[in-house]
């Protein structure tokens, strides 16, 4: 296949910082040197709705929305979120799981329940699965905020890039006073066994 | 915004404001509204022009005309939805004319991501009789406004420029060009023009024969137009598509022959018969409405369109694919899923809506609701909004639904509205209101923002959008100033004391206004000081349930968990998501919902 299109989903709740990250990914790649497209679906309010961003790079980008079955790499900050993509997956696709559990509305009312065993689940299905502490990971090095960051570090093993093209882009976009705790969320997600 | 790469990574939205800094735009106005916002908030980081949020989209155009009207490039932005309020000044503007240039943004939103509807506003290109161009991407977005004021300017017309909700939002790479700031500064003045700028019934039979003139040189000019391209590869199928919906199509028959349409009003009748002469079959890929098939086929050409590709939502490359019969599909994985339970937008936690819908929910009333944040009030536990129809409506609603049910009516009709909303064209209803003698009670939800779209300035903020300190509309005195004896503040994080006046209001038989005063919890400074983090103490929760019909995300129920009664069931609140706000305590009777210890 000439022109090979790389394809990355990721999903997550809002507030949860799944813009932020997929902002950085995409500026990476920029900056790279490669095309990039970059498309995110959101509610209508301020937080607490499901959120998708699709990022797809390569040579020459047109459309900037995933086809189903076409994902490469699923980065996914919430158990139950994960789920709702599963069409877009492919057997071979690589999937970063954050071991995170947010109860929707229908949950917290007590109306619906939440899915017991979602990682098993999605290893089952899909082997190249790795699963992640990302807010234990993100409380030791210093805020449980940069959950978005440890789990995008991970991502980035999976894109031939050197490690300070990474940095140079958080340094570059983000402010200072949270910089040096994303960077070291980044190194830890980084740290952590890649899936063969 | 810097131009130290000359590559950068835009959205839509901030490609447009780009491109009107680079094309020397010195006035822009719009009101907020999804997907367009972000244009006029990134327009602000460049100097020397212009940024207003204007009280609706009416007045944003109106101000943005007589920008024009004095010579300046002017850009003004809304929603599809945004063009009908505007759409009165827009009609006849086509029929006075520019002076400066003008380009109205109308960001179109079809799969209803943020609106009441998704109507597709291309038509109002043919039925305004205004030239449209339609980017498919971030470069194209940047491009286009300066390719648009000097289509207004050569063709004395407005320009529409379309967007949609996926070209507004998604982000691709953008060459950036030097800003020409200095051109067209100088064409600003006074200068009077009466029969063109006068549309009394004799000016304007003159001016409807200029525009018709316009129409007809546009036409031709189409034919020529550089955005109008044609990519012959296989003569098999030629595909005629414009917007967003040629990059699916290009991602899914990159072999096929292509008509791209950069202007999709007029359309350029000699290149597309021509482009029809050099393919077997023509078929019309476009979002929504068949906008360029009706008149392709006007034109006597067969081709296909809407008959495979869907008429409602947003197309994507797999939609494209299956338009076309014998695409073969990529399998998903099968596997066996678990019932996955919905996670639609919520109120924030702590949001101080939930104060006044509570007691409405619990008076039982019919609820007429608007546009903003608030409307999520509909989901459950609340469900206290009963009507959604477009902005301000809530008023109007109350008042025909209180005239009608005459006494059988009496106490049961409520109107709940925003502030922005209110602002927007919530005033005039307000005046029916008083003046036809309505008995409705008007809730003015004040959160002292524009929350829905990300907190923007309106005329209630005290701040403008270049971010000076501005006058405030005070509600209570307009309200007064109208007409209207009962006017009452309520703080919505006192539940019983809202309670007990929404009962007092709704009782009596005259118009009455509450006007529920907090600020978005997400604004600086939002947060009580005497608020703190909160907890369920599980010996005194007895399960039942009061503080859970708040619909907080913050707090929520643990089926498993054995609650003060030694039963299966109890409330918990999330410690990360709180913020405090003390509403669920108020309504537990059982005093379980403390500080953490
Ligand atoms: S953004 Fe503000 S107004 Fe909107 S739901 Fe959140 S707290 Fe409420
Ligand atoms: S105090 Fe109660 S209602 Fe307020 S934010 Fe916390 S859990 Fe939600």
């Known amino acids: ?196 | 915004m810097s131009v130290t790469h000359r590559k950068q990574l835009l959205s839509g939205n901030e490609a447009i404001a780009r491109g009107a800094y680079e094309a020397g735009v010195l006035f822009a106005s719009a009101y907020p509204g999804t997907p367009s916002t972000e244009i006029l908030e990134n327009l602000i980081s460049y100097d020397g022009i212009y940024c207003e949020w204007s009280p609706n989209e009416k007045v944003a155009l109106e101000v943005g005309v007589g920008a024009c009207y004095a010579g300046a490039r002017t850009l003004v932005a809304m929603k599809h939805v945004g063009v009908n309020v505007a759409a009165d000044p827009l009609f006849t503007l086509s029929y006075t004319g520019i002076r400066g240039g003008m380009v109205l943004v109308t960001a179109d939103d079809p799969e209803l991501h943020s609106s009441q509807n998704e109507q597709d506003n291309r038509n109002y290109a043919k039925f305004a009789k205004v030239p449209m161009l339609d980017p498919a991407d971030s470069q194209e977005a940047k491009d286009y406004v300066a390719l648009a004021l000097d289509i207004s300017e050569q063709f004395d017309t407005p320009v529409l420029l379309r967007s949609t909700t996926r070209v507004s939002h998604s982000q691709s790479s953008v060459s950036l060009s030097e800003p020409d700031r200095t051109t067209h500064a100088g064409k600003v003045s006074i200068v009077k023009d009466p029969p063109k700028l006068v549309m009394l019934p004799a000016n304007a039979r003159k001016r409807h024969v200029v525009v018709e003139e316009r129409m007809k040189r546009l036409r031709e000019f189409a034919d020529t137009f550089r955005e109008n391209v044609m990519e012959i590869n296989d003569t098999d199928i030629g595909i005629i598509t414009a917007g967003i919906s040629y990059q699916y199509a290009k991602e899914i028959f990159p072999n096929a022959s292509y008509l791209k349409l950069g202007m999709v009003y007029p359309l350029p009748e000699k290149l597309i018969r021509e482009f029809s002469g050099k393919v077997k079959r023509l078929l019309v890929i476009e979002e929504l409405d068949p906008f360029i098939e009706e008149q392709v086929r006007a034109m006597g050409l067969e081709t296909s369109g809407k008959e495979n590709v869907p008429i409602l939502g947003e197309l994507n490359p797999d939609i494209v694919a299956s338009s076309l019969s014998g695409y073969v599909f990529k399998e998903s994985v099968p596997m066996e899923k678990p019932e996955l339970p919905p996670r639609p937008p919520n109120m924030c936690p702590g949001c101080p809506h939930r104060g006044i819908f509570y007691a409405l929910s619990k008076s039982k009333v019919f609820v007429a609701g608007d546009i903003g944040c608030y409307t999520l009030a509909f989901l459950p536990p609340l469900q206290a909004i009963d009507t959604c129809l477009c902005m301000g409506a809530s008023i109007g609603h109350a008042v025909g639904i209180d005239k009608v049910m005459g006494k059988e009516g009496q106490g049961k009709v409520a109107a709940v509205i925003g502030d922005s909303t209110f602002f927007h064209s919530g005033i005039t209803p307000l005046i029916d209101a008083a003046y036809n003698k309505s008995s409705a009670t008007i809730c003015i939800l004040d959160n002292r923002t524009t929350a829905m779209t990300g907190a923007q300035q309106n005329p209630g903020t005290g701040k403008t959008l270049m971010g000076e300190d501005t006058h405030r509309v005070d509600i209570p005195a307009l309200a007064k100033s109208i007409g209207i004896n009962r006017v009452r503040k309520v703080d919505p994080y006192d539940i019983q004391k809202t309670r007990e006046i929404v009962t007092e209001e709704l009782d009596v038989d005259e118009i009455s206004v509450i006007i529920s005063e907090s600020p978005c919890v997400l604004l600086k400074g939002a947060r009580r000081k005497e608020w703190e983090v909160l907890s369920v103490d599980h010996d005194k929760c007895t399960g039942c349930k009061a503080c859970i019909m708040l619909g907080c995300p913050a707090i929520g129920w643990d089926p498993e968990g054995i609650n003060g009664k030694g039963k299966k069931g109890r409330s918990v609140i999330d410690e990360m998501l709180c913020i405090g706000c003390t509403m669920c305590q108020q309504l537990c009777k059982f005093d379980a919902i403390v500080k953490v210890p």
């Open chain 1, 1 to 196: 296949m000439k022109d090979k299109i790389t394809n990355i989903l990721m999903a997550g709740v809002g507030g949860q910082g799944i813009i932020m990250a997929s902002n950085m990914l995409s500026e990476a790649l920029l900056a790279a040197g490669r095309d990039v497209k970059k498309s995110e679906v959101h509610g209508m309010a301020q937080r607490g709705g499901s959120v998708t961003s699709h990022v797809r790079f390569g040579r020459k980008v047109f459309s900037p929305l995933i086809r189903k079955g076409e994902v490469d790499i699923l980065y996914s900050l919430e158990l139950l979120e994960t789920l709702r993509y599963t069409d877009y997956l492919k057997k071979e696709t690589v999937i970063i799981l954050n071991d995170y559990r947010l109860n929707p509305p229908s949950v917290s009312l007590g109306a619906k329940t939440y899915p017991e065993g979602i990682p098993e689940l999605v290893r089952a299905n899909f082997p190249r699965t790795t699963l992640i502490d990302g807010v234990g990971i993100a409380r030791e090095v210093g805020n449980p905020k940069t959950v978005s960051t440890v789990i995008l570090g991970h991502l980035s093993l999976y894109i031939d890039m050197p490690e300070n093209t990474w940095a140079d882009i958080m340094s570059d976009r983000l402010p200072s006073k949270i910089l040096d705790v994303n960077l070291k969320a980044f190194h830890a997600g980084r740290e952590i066994k890649q899936v063969a």
